[in-house]
C-alpha cells in the first residue's frame, strides 16, 4: 500500500516534470541562403541566450504539410515560417495558433512593439512578420541585348529585348505583371483580376511571350537559368539575386519596377506541444538586432528599431527602399482566387 | 486426390470402434470424419499463416490505401459537418429558383457561422464553397470575422439583415446554391471536375469552362504509347541479338542493360537534365561541329520527357524480350529456310509469332508504368511534358483539394483497368510471358 501510494506520487511528479523538461522544439523555413542567414541571426543566438535546443528543417512553403499534420493529429513542427499569401488560409482554417502580439518586446531604443512594427506585419492574428522580401525581375549583363530592361514592360518587349525570359511556374505575380505591363495602374490591379475580363486580358498579355517563356518551379532555379543562359531576365526572390551578385560576383541585374513585395511570417502551429517555447522564441526572433541580420540576404526587416543595425550600403538593396516602386501581394486576393485562376492558368499553359 | 488417400486410410484400418457411417464412405466413422477435417483444416491454416504477412502486406500497402482513394473521392462530409442546421433549413429551399432563402434560414447561418469564427474553422468553409464559386472566400471570411463579436441572441432573431447590410453578395442565389450542392455528403462533384465537366444551376451536367483534365488523360495515354512504340523498336532488335549472340558477349552487353536498371531513378533523370540543358551537352558538341548556332530547346519540353522515361523503361521491355527469345529454339527457324522460306519472310511468320509472349509482357509493362509515371516529367517535363499524374501531386501538395486528386487518381486506376481487359480481350493475358 505504502509503496502504491510513493510510485503515485512519483508518477504525479513526473508528469508534472515533463512540461519542463521538453526543452527542444523544431522550426521549420525555407532553407536556403535565407534559411542559413536565419539559422545565424536568430535561432542560434536563441539557442545560446536560452540554453533550449530547435531542430531546424526546410520545407518549400505552402500548407499542404501543415494541414496534414493538423488534422491527422500528428504535430511534427513548431514555429513556421510561412508566407502572408498562405498565412491568411492557413490562420482561417485552424492550423496555426492565436499568437499574443501584446507580449511582443519594445524594440531597442524603446518603441513600443505596437509603434515599431510595421502594420503589415501584425495585420494577422496568427503569426509575426519577420522579414519583407519581394519578387522582381532580373537580366544578365553579359547575356542582355537591346540595352538596359528598366520597367515591367520591358520584360514583356521581345522586339527591343530578344531571348528568353523565365518565371514561376504559377500565376501569382505573373498575373499583376501581365496587367501592369498592359498599362493598368498598380493600385487596380487586383480589383481588374477579380474579373473575367481583365483575367483575360491578363492572359492576353502573357499570351505575347508565350514562345519566349522558359517555366521553374522553385526559386533556386532562377539565378542558375540566368546564369547557364537558360534565359536572359529571371523573375526571382530578390534575395537570390543579391546573394549571386553578392557573393558569387555575378553580373546580374534587378529591375524593381512593378516588384510584388510580401512577408514572411514566423507561425506556431496549432496544437504544438512546445507553445510557450515557441512564442519566446517567436518574441525573440522578431527583436529588432535579430530581424536585422536578414540584411545578409537583402530581405528588410519589419519593425523601424531594426534598421539601426542595418549597413548604408545595403539599404537601398532592401524591397524597403523600393515600396513606392512595387505593390504588396495580395494574401486576400490569392485566397479567393488562387485555386480558379491556378486551374485557369494550367489551362492556358496546355493550349 | 488428398480426401481420396486419407480416406483409403481409414478404410484399410481396423476396427474404427463406431458402425453409423454413411453408405457412400463405408467404413469411415463419424470420429474419423471429424479427425480428418480436423488435419485438413489444420493444413489450410498453416498455409495460410505462411501467406499470412504477404496478405497482411497487401492489405496495409495496397488495399486499404486504394479503398480510401475511392472513399474519399465521393466522400466530403466537411461542409455538413460545419453547418448542419443550415443545411437542415437549406433542404426545403428551392435551389433552382431566383428566390435567395427566407430570412430564418439567413438567422440560423449566422448563428453557425459565428461559431466558426469562434472555432477559427470558418476558413474551412470559405474554401469549400470558394472552390465551385471564386471569391466567396473572402466573403465568407470577412463576414464571420464581423460577426465574431455580435451578440448570438440578436442574431438568431435577426443575423439576416445584418448579413445583408455587410455583404450585398450574400443576396445573390449563387452562394446559397453552392452552401446547400456542397453539403451533400456523398457527392459526384469531383469525378465531374475530373471530366471537365460540372452541374449548372439547373442541376444539368454540362461543360466545365476550364478544359484541361481530359486533354491531360488523353496527353498521359499519348505518351505512354509513343514510349511503350519506341521501347519496342529500340529493344526488340537489342534483345535479338543479346539472345543469340556467343555467351561471353551477350552477358557483358547485358551488364550495360542491368547496371542503369540498378542505378537511381533521380541519377538517370538528372544525367538527362546535364544531358539536355541548353549549355549541355548535347548542345555544346552540336554546336562546335557547327551543326547549329543557336543552342536548341530540348529540356523542358515533350521530347525530354518522352526520351528520358523510354531511357528509363528500357530494361522493363529487353529484359521479358530477352528471356523468352533465349526459350525460342532456332531449329524452327532454320527448318523454314532449309524448305525453301526466304530469310525475312522465315523472320516474320516463323520467328516473331513466338516473340509475342515477351512482346506483350514487356509492352503492358512499359505502358502500364509509363503512364502514371511522376518523377521524370515533373524534372524534366517544364510545361509540355507534364502528366496526368503531375496535376494529381499539385491538387494534394499545392491546393491541397484531396478529393479531387481522389477522383483523378481513381479516375487513372480506371482507366489502367479498363486498357488491361480491352488488352486481355484482344491479346489474352495467358499469351504474357515474362520468361
Redesign the interface.
Known amino acids: 500500500m505504502h509503496t502504491l501510494k510513493r510510485l503515485g506520487v512519483a508518477l504525479a511528479l513526473c508528469t508534472a516534470a515533463s512540461p519542463l523538461l521538453a526543452d527542444q522544439f523544431t522550426a521549420v523555413s525555407f532553407g536556403g541562403a535565407y534559411g542559413a542567414a536565419q539559422q545565424k541571426h536568430m535561432l542560434d543566438p536563441y539557442m545560446a541566450q536560452s540554453g533550449h535546443k530547435i531542430l531546424f528543417e526546410n520545407y518549400s512553403g505552402?500548407?499542404?504539410e501543415l494541414?496534414a499534420q493538423v488534422e491527422s493529429g500528428n504535430i511534427l513542427w513548431d514555429v513556421v515560417d510561412i508566407e502572408v499569401i498562405d498565412l491568411e488560409?492557413a490562420?482561417?482554417?485552424?492550423l496555426l495558433e492565436?499568437f499574443p502580439h501584446d507580449t511582443l518586446p519594445p524594440g531597442d531604443d524603446g518603441t513600443p512593439a505596437s509603434e515599431d512594427f510595421s502594420a503589415q506585419a501584425l495585420a494577422n492574428e496568427c503569426g509575426v512578420g519577420n522579414i519583407v522580401w519581394t519578387v522582381l525581375y532580373a537580366y544578365n549583363n553579359d547575356t542582355i541585348q537591346g540595352g538596359k530592361p528598366s520597367t515591367i514592360g520591358d520584360l514583356f518587349d521581345t522586339s527591343t529585348y530578344p531571348g528568353k525570359r523565365a518565371l514561376r511556374?504559377r500565376p501569382q505575380v505573373n498575373m499583376e505583371w501581365a496587367l501592369i505591363a498592359d498599362g493598368v495602374p498598380a493600385a487596380e490591379v487586383y480589383e481588374l483580376l477579380?474579373t473575367d475580363e481583365g483575367q483575360a486580358r491578363a492572359f492576353a498579355k502573357l499570351d505575347t511571350i508565350k514562345d519566349d517563356l522558359?517555366?521553374f518551379d522553385s526559386w533556386s532555379q532562377a539565378p542558375q537559368l540566368l546564369n547557364?543562359?537558360?534565359a536572359v531576365m529571371v523573375q526571382s526572390a530578390n534575395g537570390r539575386i543579391f546573394d549571386a551578385i553578392q557573393s558569387d560576383k555575378k553580373p546580374f541585374e534587378m529591375v524593381w519596377d512593378a516588384h510584388i513585395f510580401d512577408l514572411d511570417v514566423w507561425a506556431i502551429v496549432k496544437g504544438s506541444k512546445n507553445k510557450a517555447l515557441a512564442e519566446d522564441f517567436i518574441r525573440f526572433a522578431t527583436s529588432s538586432k535579430p530581424e536585422s541580420g536578414m540584411q545578409e540576404v537583402a530581405y528588410g526587416p519589419t519593425r523601424q528599431s531594426s534598421y539601426a543595425y542595418v549597413d548604408e550600403a545595403i539599404l537601398p538593396k532592401l524591397p524597403s527602399a523600393h515600396l513606392d516602386e512595387g505593390l504588396q501581394a495580395s494574401g486576400?486576393?490569392w485566397?479567393?482566387?488562387?485555386?480558379?485562376?491556378?486551374?485557369?492558368f494550367?489551362?492556358w499553359?496546355?493550349k | 486426390m488428398h480426401q481420396a488417400e486419407l480416406s483409403a486410410a481409414s478404410a484399410g484400418a481396423p476396427g474404427g470402434g463406431s458402425t453409423s457411417g454413411l453408405p457412400s464412405h463405408a467404413g469411415l466413422s463419424a470420429a474419423e470424419k471429424s479427425q480428418s477435417r480436423k488435419v485438413l483444416r489444420r493444413r489450410k491454416l498453416l498455409t495460410l499463416a505462411f501467406v499470412a504477412p504477404l496478405i497482411i502486406f497487401v492489405l496495409i500497402a495496397f488495399v486499404a490505401p486504394i479503398g480510401t482513394m475511392l472513399y474519399r473521392s465521393v466522400y466530403h462530409p466537411t461542409v455538413a459537418q460545419l453547418i448542419p442546421e443550415t443545411l437542415v433549413a437549406l433542404a426545403a429551399w428551392d435551389e433552382t429558383g431566383e428566390a435567395r432563402p427566407s430570412d430564418s434560414v439567413l438567422n440560423i447561418f449566422t448563428v453557425e457561422l459565428q461559431q466558426l469564427a469562434n472555432?477559427?474553422?470558418?476558413?474551412?468553409l470559405?474554401?469549400e464553397i470558394?472552390?465551385s464559386l471564386?471569391?466567396?472566400?473572402?466573403l465568407i471570411?470577412s463576414s464571420?470575422r464581423k460577426i465574431k463579436n455580435l451578440d448570438p441572441e440578436m442574431l438568431s432573431r435577426d443575423g439576416a439583415s445584418k448579413l445583408l447590410a455587410m455583404q450585398a453578395k450574400w443576396k445573390n442565389v449563387e452562394i446559397w446554391r453552392e452552401m446547400k450542392l456542397a453539403g451533400a455528403v456523398f457527392t459526384n462533384d469531383f469525378y465531374l471536375t475530373a471530366l471537365d465537366l460540372m452541374h449548372n444551376a439547373q442541376g444539368e451536367i454540362v461543360a466545365r469552362d476550364?478544359?484541361?483534365y481530359v486533354?491531360?488523360y488523353m496527353?498521359s495515354l499519348w505518351i505512354a504509347l509513343l514510349i511503350t512504340v519506341l521501347t519496342g523498336i529500340i529493344s526488340y532488335p537489342l534483345a535479338y541479338y543479346l539472345a543469340t549472340a556467343p555467351a561471353r558477349t551477350a552477358n557483358t552487353l547485358m551488364v550495360f542493360v542491368l547496371l542503369p536498371f540498378w542505378t537511381s531513378l533521380l541519377v538517370r533523370t538528372t544525367s538527362w537534365i546535364a544531358l539536355l540543358?541548353?549549355?549541355g551537352v548535347i548542345n555544346s558538341f552540336l554546336q562546335s561541329i557547327n551543326v547549329i548556332s543557336e543552342?536548341l530547346e530540348l529540356l523542358?519540353t515533350q521530347f525530354s520527357t518522352v526520351i528520358a522515361m523510354t531511357h528509363i523503361l528500357l530494361p522493363f521491355m529487353i529484359l521479358p524480350l530477352y528471356s523468352v527469345m533465349k526459350g525460342i529454339d532456332p531449329s524452327y527457324l532454320r527448318a523454314a529456310l532449309s524448305l525453301g522460306a526466304k530469310p525475312i519472310p522465315a523472320f516474320i511468320r516463323i520467328y516473331m509469332p513466338m516473340t509475342v509472349p515477351g512482346l506483350s509482357a514487356g509492352a503492358l509493362l512499359v505502358f502500364i508504368i509509363s503512364i502514371g509515371y511522376y518523377i521524370t516529367p515533373a524534372l524534366v517535363g517544364?510545361?509540355?511534358g507534364q502528366m496526368i499524374s503531375n496535376?494529381i501531386a499539385?491538387h494534394?501538395?499545392?491546393?491541397?483539394?484531396w478529393e479531387l486528386a481522389a477522383a483523378l487518381g481513381s479516375l487513372l486506376l480506371g482507366l489502367i483497368l479498363l486498357l488491361y481487359w480491352i488488352y486481355d480481350r484482344l491479346v489474352g493475358v495467358s499469351n504474357i510471358k515474362l520468361g
Open positions: 505552402g500548407i499542404a494541414k488560409r490562420c482561417s482554417e485552424g492565436v511556374k477579380s522558359v517555366w547557364d543562359g537558360g486576400v486576393f485566397a479567393d482566387y488562387g485555386e480558379s485562376l491556378g486551374e485557369k494550367n489551362e499553359l496546355l | 472555432d477559427r474553422d470558418s476558413g474551412k470559405a474554401e470558394n472552390r471564386p471569391g466567396s472566400s473572402s471570411k464571420a476550364t478544359q484541361i486533354k491531360l496527353k540543358q541548353t549549355n543552342p523542358y517544364g510545361t509540355d496535376i499539385f494534394m501538395q499545392s491546393s491541397n483539394n
